[in-house]
């Protein structure tokens, strides 16, 4: 049985968190980190948390052993911070990933068991369907856009007018909903929540055909409900580390890049095409000498 600590123990562990942290080298790791540890040792010195006042004194010991190895020099461990702060792993990652797992304007799904409310499948809202299809929002490979659909992750027994269901009988209800749901569990662990949502200007050829910047689409319902939106966290990032590069284009926007080039006379290595003056291909601006005579 572990020693039950002192509430003089608890607060040498307080102040000693606060001299490793005011070590970090930037403003907002030192800010997160300061109100994580007020947190932890707010819930340790709460009388209904004394029945795990051990544990979780173990608990912020190691965080303590954690921060003086990370201003000592060790990268891995420094990355781990900086995950956990950033909303990579943690508690602070499903805080910013809860606003994109509800969505108000879709209906709630039938139960998949009449009888049990609760058997509802997984909902996918859109912008969670983004992140999961999309490499910059997986901290693996991303999926397809139907990876989670019935047709994908339940076999063909599902389907109660299949073959497979008059041969082998109906597939179980409660089966359906595990399967569905262990899926769904399983792949948003993978997913990296967003810091802010940002309207970012597109080339939109089809409209505007003549390069000109526009800003497509409006500021997403969700955008307001994440934590992190409006506070400039991300422009912080990008002055300390610079900007992330850009993503290649895709087929459809090079050949509208395509189009718009061809349409001002610029060829693909930028110079300038030779256009007939009078309309008829092979002639040019000046008389040939036969026809001056």
């Known amino acids: 049985m572990r020693p039950i600590p002192t509430i003089s123990q608890v607060f040498?562990?307080?102040?000693?968190?606060?001299?490793?942290?005011?070590?970090?080298?930037?403003?907002?790791?030192?800010q997160f980190y300061r109100v994580k540890t007020r947190s932890d040792v707010r819930s340790m010195l709460r009388p209904s948390g004394a029945r795990h006042?051990?544990?979780?004194?173990?608990?912020?010991?190691?965080?303590?052993?954690?921060?003086?190895?990370?201003?000592?020099?060790?990268?891995?461990?420094?990355?781990n911070l900086l995950g956990a702060a950033f909303g990579r792993t943690g508690a602070f990652k499903w805080e910013l990933?809860?606003?994109?797992?509800?969505d108000p304007n879709a209906p709630l799904p039938p139960p998949i068991i009449p009888s049990k409310p609760r058997s509802r499948p997984p909902l996918y809202p859109k912008p969670l369907q983004?992140?999961?299809?999309?490499?910059?929002?997986?901290?693996?490979r991303p999926l397809k856009k139907d990876a989670w659909t019935k047709a994908k992750l339940l076999p063909a027994r599902a389907d109660p007018f299949s073959d497979d269901a008059?041969?082998?009988?109906?597939?179980?209800?409660?089966?359906?909903?595990?399967?569905?749901?262990?899926?769904?569990?399983?792949?948003i662990k993978k997913v990296l929540p967003p810091l802010?949502?940002?309207?970012?200007?597109t080339m939109d050829a089809s409209r505007t055909g003549n390069g000109e910047s526009t800003e497509v689409g409006q500021r997403p319902y969700h955008a307001d409900a994440l934590p992190m939106q409006d506070l400039g966290l991300v422009s912080e990032i990008e002055t300390l580390v610079g900007r992330a590069a850009l993503a290649p284009l895709t087929r459809k926007e090079r050949k509208a890049k395509e189009a718009i080039r061809r349409g001002n006379g610029v060829n693909f290595t930028g110079q300038h095409t030779d256009i007939p003056h009078d309309g008829f291909e092979g002639d040019t601006a000046t008389s040939s000498p036969s026809s001056q005579s």
């Open 97 to 102: 990933l809860k606003p994109l797992l509800t």
């Open 130 to 140: 983004s992140l999961l299809t999309t490499s910059h929002g997986m901290a693996t």
């Open 166 to 187: 008059h041969i082998f009988g109906p597939f179980s209800k409660r089966r359906e909903y595990n399967k569905q749901k262990r899926f769904f569990k399983q792949e």
């Open 53 to 79: 006042l051990p544990t979780r004194f173990q608990r912020a010991n190691q965080g303590l052993r954690r921060l003086q190895e990370a201003n000592s020099g060790n990268v891995k461990v420094f990355q």
């Open 196 to 201: 802010e949502i940002s309207m970012s200007t």
């Open 12 to 30: 040498s562990l307080y102040r000693a968190h606060l001299r490793e942290i005011r070590k970090l080298p930037h403003i907002y790791l030192q």
